[in-house]
C-alpha cells in the first residue's frame, strides 16, 4: 500500500475512533456526521402529528406512461417516476429509517438497534422480535442476508445496488435475530456504509424461493411496510392498502406518519391530459412540474371558489438535480467545445420568459440550493484536491467560477451563437453549403429524445438555434418503454434529459452518476458515460470526507470538474414546492427540512371530505 494511502487510512481510523468513543456499544440510531438529534426515548419525529387520524381513500397520478412490472428493484421494465416513485417504496420496510429533518440520521425499525465497530469496519444490528411481513411471518436475519446477496449479485437487480455496495464485503447471520456487515478496510467510503446497509429494502427470502427476482411480474411482492399492494390493472393503475395489522405502526419513527387507507395510483399518456383529469376531479393531490400549466392551468372553477388549493411551499432542502445530458459515447462530443457550444444554443433566459413564465431559475450546480456549491472561487483546501490533477483538468478550474451564458431574453441570441460557432471551429468543425463538417466530411447532428411532448417546446428552440450554426439538429418522441430501452439499456441517444433528488449528505451514491466503473452498466446513472479519472478521485474523496466541512469541500471541488468540462449542461430550479390539492386534507403545522412531507404526514379530513361533496356542482 503507498505512503500516502496508509497515512491517510490510519489517521481516518483514529478520527473515526475518537466521533464513536462515546458512542461504542448498541444504539437506537446511527448518524455519519455528529450527534443523533432524538433520544433513545423519543415518541416521534417532531414534525408529525402522532395523532393524525387514520383512513380515506387519496388518488395520484402515477405519472407519464405506463409501467410493466410491480417489482422497483429490478432492472428490466419501465422505471416508476415521480409519485409513482415514492409510493411503490411503501411495502418494503428497511432496518433503520430516517427522519425528514435530520440530514445523515438513522433510527430503527426493522432493527432495535446497531452496533457500529470502533474502526467503522462492521456494523451489527438486532432484529427486533416483532418484525413481520405480511403474510404473518418473522423477519429473520436469513431475509437480510439474502437481500444483500440479491441486490448486489443477482444480475437483474438494479445496478445502484452494486454501486453503494461494491466496499460491502459480506454479511453473516449470528443467530435468527443478529447480521452483522463487513467492510473492506481499505475503501475510503467507510463513512457511508453502515447508513448505505441499514437502508436497504428488506427482500423475502422464502417468497423469491419459487420466483424469478429479476423478471417483469404484476403480481405484488411480498412486503412487511406499512402499505401492500391489493390490485393492479397492467400499465394503467395500481391500488394499495395500508395494512390494519401493521406490526411497525407504533414504533417511534412511524407515529403520524402513512395516514391514508387506499393510494390510488393513476397513469397518464402526457402532462396535458394528467392536469385535465385533475381539473376533473380524477385525483387529489398533485406536483406540478410544468411551468406553463402551473401559471397558465389553474384558474378554473375550484380553484376560484376554494375547492382546489394551489400553494407554492418554500423548500429548503437541495434542489432537485436536473440536467441535459450529452452521450459521451459518440465521438462527435468528445471535445469539450463541442459541449460547450451546445450549452450556449440554450437560451435559457428567453425560454424562461416565454414558456416557463420566469418560474424558474437557471441551474449552475449539481449541488444547487446548498453551500456544497462552487459559487466562489476555490479555496485553498479545495485546490490542495484539485491542483496534483492540474495537467488533466481545463485551467478555468482554477481561475474563474464558472457561470452559465446568459443573453438578454429577446430571442435573439447572436453573441452566444456566435461563440457556440467560435468553440466548434476551435474543435475542427466548419460549415460548408450550410452544413457543419469535421475534418472527414462527417456531418453533425443532434437527435434531442424525450418520452414527454412537454419537452418538445423546450428543445425546439435549441434545435433552431443549432440549425442557425449548421447542426442537423431534431426531436424524437417516444413512448417510456422505447425510452427506457434507448436510454437506460441500450445507451442509444445523443442528448436528454436526467431529473433527480439530491441528499443533503451526498456519499458512495455518486458513484453511480459520475464515476467511470459505471459509464458502461447498463440501468446506472451515469446516463452520460463519463470516464474521468479525476472525476473518480474527487467522488471517492467525498465519500471519504469524516466531517461536513471536508465533505462540503470534496463536493465544490467536483462540482468544478464536471461544470468545467461541460460533462452535463445544469438547466432549472426553483426553491419551493409547487403543489395543487382539493381541498380535503389535514397536516402538521411544522414542514420537514428536507421534505414535503405529503405521503409521510398529511391526512384525510372527513368533514373537509364531506364538504366537497356537498359543494361539487
Known amino acids: 500500500m503507498p505512503l500516502k494511502k496508509a497515512i491517510f487510512l490510519a489517521l481516518s481510523a483514529a478520527i473515526a475512533a475518537l466521533a464513536t468513543a462515546a458512542e461504542a456499544g448498541p444504539r437506537h440510531g446511527i448518524s455519519t456526521f455528529g450527534d443523533l438529534k432524538y433520544p433513545a426515548d423519543f415518541a416521534h419525529f417532531d414534525y408529525v402529528n402522532p395523532d393524525a387520524p387514520k383512513g380515506g381513500v387519496v388518488r395520484l397520478a402515477g405519472g407519464e406512461g405506463t409501467f410493466d412490472t410491480v417489482n422497483p428493484f429490478t432492472l428490466k421494465g419501465i422505471r416508476f417516476r415521480g409519485d409513482a416513485g415514492s409510493v411503490m417504496s411503501l411495502p418494503y420496510e428497511s432496518l433503520m429509517a430516517g427522519g425528514a429533518d435530520e ?39 436469513d431475509d437480510i442476508v439474502f437481500t444483500f446477496d440479491t441486490l448486489k449479485n443477482d444480475s437483474g437487480a438494479f445496478p445502484g445496488y452494486r454501486v453503494v455496495l461494491r466496499d460491502v464485503l459480506q454479511i453473516e447471520a449470528i443467530g435468527a435475530r443478529e447480521v452483522r456487515y463487513s467492510f473492506d478496510p481499505a475503501a475510503l467510503a467507510l463513512r457511508d456504509l453502515p447508513a448505505t446497509v441499514a437502508g436497504l429494502p428488506i427482500l423475502s427470502k422464502t417468497y423469491y424461493a419459487s420466483r424469478d427476482f429479476g423478471a417483469t411480474t404484476f403480481e405484488a411482492p411480498l412486503g412487511s411496510g406499512p402499505y401492500r399492494i391489493v390490485e393492479v390493472s397492467a400499465g394503467r393503475s395500481i391500488v394499495l392498502e395500508r395494512v390494519p395489522d401493521y406490526w411497525a405502526a407504533g414504533l417511534p419513527v412511524n407515529r403520524g406518519r402513512f395516514n391514508f387507507g387506499q393510494i390510488r395510483l393513476e397513469f397518464y399518456r402526457d402532462r396535458d391530459v394528467q392536469h385535465e383529469a385533475f381539473k376533473s376531479g380524477e385525483f387529489d393531490f398533485h406536483e406540478e412540474f410544468t411551468s406553463r ?58 425560454t424562461n420568459t416565454n414558456l416557463f413564465y420566469s418560474v424558474y431559475e437557471r441551474a449552475g450546480s449539481i449541488y444547487q440550493n446548498t453551500d456544497m456549491a462552487a459559487t466562489t472561487m476555490p479555496t485553498d483546501e479545495e485546490l490542495a484536491l484539485l491542483v496534483p490533477f492540474g495537467d488533466q483538468l481545463p485551467a478555468e478550474v482554477f481561475t474563474a467560477v464558472y457561470r452559465q451564458p446568459q443573453s438578454d431574453g429577446s430571442g435573439n441570441n447572436r453573441r452566444n451563437l456566435r461563440r457556440a460557432q467560435e468553440l466548434l471551429t476551435e474543435a475542427g468543425w466548419t460549415v460548408q453549403g450550410g452544413r457543419l463538417l469535421n475534418s472527414n466530411g462527417e456531418v453533425m447532428s443532434i437527435e434531442f429524445l424525450t418520452f414527454s411532448p412537454s419537452f418538445e417546446r423546450v428543445f425546439a428552440p435549441i434545435v433552431q438555434n443549432l440549425k442557425r450554426i449548421g447542426i442537423e439538429a431534431s426531436i424524437r418522441i417516444v413512448d417510456s418503454s422505447q425510452y427506457t430501452q434507448r436510454v437506460d439499456q441500450d445507451r442509444d441517444f445523443d442528448i436528454t434529459t436526467a431529473a433527480f433528488g439530491v441528499s443533503a449528505t451526498p456519499g458512495v451514491g455518486e458513484r453511480g452518476f459520475w464515476n467511470s466503473a459505471f459509464a458502461d452498466q447498463p440501468g446506472s446513472n451515469n446516463d452520460g458515460g463519463i470516464k474521468d479519472p479525476v472525476v473518480d478521485a474527487l467522488v471517492e474523496r467525498l465519500a471519504s470526507a469524516q466531517d461536513r466541512e471536508s465533505l462540503t469541500t470534496a463536493a465544490r471541488a467536483l462540482d468544478r470538474v464536471l461544470l468545467w468540462n461541460q460533462y452535463i449542461i445544469p438547466q432549472w430550479f426553483r426553491s419551493t414546492y409547487t403543489i395543487a390539492y382539493w381541498d380535503m386534507f389535514g397536516r402538521p403545522k411544522t414542514v420537514p427540512t428536507y421534505a414535503l412531507g405529503f405521503l409521510d404526514t398529511w391526512w384525510i379530513d372527513r368533514d373537509k371530505v364531506a364538504r366537497l361533496n356537498r359543494d361539487k356542482p
Open 103 to 141: 440530514p445523515d440520521a438513522l433510527y430503527g425499525l426493522v432493527a432495535e438497534t446497531a452496533d457500529v465497530a470502533p474502526d467503522k469496519t462492521s456494523i451489527t444490528f438486532t432484529l427486533r422480535p416483532e418484525a413481520r411481513w405480511h403474510d404473518g411471518s418473522a423477519i429473520t436475519a
Open 293 to 350: 400549466i402551473w401559471a397558465t392551468g389553474y384558474d378554473f372553477p375550484a380553484t376560484r371558489d376554494g375547492r382546489v388549493i394551489k400553494e407554492a411551499v418554500p423548500n429548503r432542502g437541495p434542489a432537485s438535480r436536473q440536467y441535459f445530458v450529452i452521450n459521451l459515447r459518440r465521438a462527435k462530443f468528445q471535445d469539450r467545445r463541442v459541449r460547450q457550444a451546445i450549452n450556449h444554443a440554450f437560451d435559457f433566459e428567453w
